[in-house]
């Protein structure tokens, strides 16, 4: 008898479905696969760090760096990037140890170092590296307001000036337009027309102040949005005597503490 089409269809329906779940246990294999490496050479250059093996701690770092990317590696990525920062302070390379501080503020714009006390010499880089993130925090703004309030953090903050900008730029295209056309149509009077001179000249003059004024909110806003961003917030100082919510990096001198906490 001939194979009942239904039955052919169902056969090979199953037949797909199985091939799709075998792909898709593949792909989560090779993913906790490389999760495991990754993590088994993190934790290699945490100790190596910790025992002062600053160079083999780098390479470590810098061979698995390029295997982690998504957002579901973040903290690992954050965590690698200050971790090469540390060792770069440590073997006198500020420079590098400064590129690392800015990507991982790149990716947490409040990332803080302090929770356990830095030494002086990797608090005052990381400072430095938060003044050049401001500064290009700053630069953005000047092509962008409000862009570099987002490269900061404050998203809440780059919106409302994004939103002023766009409006007072429109409100001042507008009001000059109008203005403009209003301006032409006065000149354009002659002594027939002296009874409604005095009306279109109130006319202009009302757009041309509405004008000023949309204009100065719009400068305004550029100028704050540039000083906003150039400020940068130095690192609280101060140990806290109750548990942070955050990633939490510190370095005493001898040994390198990481780990993350949440509030109690």
Not at 137 to 151: K, N, W, Y
Not at 173 to 181: K, N
Not at 186 to 198: A, Q, R, T, V
Not at 225 to 238: E, N, R, Y
């Amino acid at each position: 008898m001939p194979d009942d089409p239904a039955r052919a269809v169902r056969h090979k329906n199953k037949t797909m479905f199985l091939l799709f779940l075998m792909f898709l246990g593949q792909i989560s294999h090779a993913q906790t696969t490389d999760t495991s490496t990754g993590e088994h050479v993190l934790n290699s250059a945490r100790q190596h760090y910790e025992n002062g093996a600053y160079v083999k701690s780098i390479a470590e770092l810098e061979t698995i760096l390029p295997q982690l990317n998504g957002a579901e590696n973040g903290e690992a990525i954050i965590e690698i990037h200050v971790l090469l920062a540390f060792n770069y302070v440590a073997v006198g390379d500020e420079a590098s140890a400064i590129e690392h501080y800015k990507k991982a503020l790149a990716i947490e714009p409040k990332l803080q170092i302090d929770a356990y006390e830095p030494s002086p010499e990797v608090r005052a880089v990381f400072e430095e590296a938060t003044k050049e993130r401001a500064y290009e925090s700053a630069g953005c703004s000047c092509l962008i307001p409000g862009s570099g309030q987002f490269m900061r953090g404050d998203d809440l903050k780059g919106g409302a000036i994004i939103a002023v900008s766009v409006t007072s730029l429109a409100s001042t295209v507008i009001s000059w337009s109008i203005a403009d056309s209003k301006h032409n149509l006065y000149m354009s009077l002659g002594p027939d027309d002296i009874d409604m001179m005095e009306e279109v000249y109130e006319d202009y003059n009302h757009w041309r102040k509405m004008t000023i004024l949309s204009g100065t909110v719009l400068l305004g806003v550029y100028v704050y949005s540039i000083i906003d961003a150039t400020i940068s917030k130095k690192p609280s100082l101060s140990k806290s005597t109750s548990r942070q919510t955050g990633l939490l990096l510190g370095y005493d001198g001898e040994r390198a503490r990481i780990g993350y906490a949440t509030k109690l």
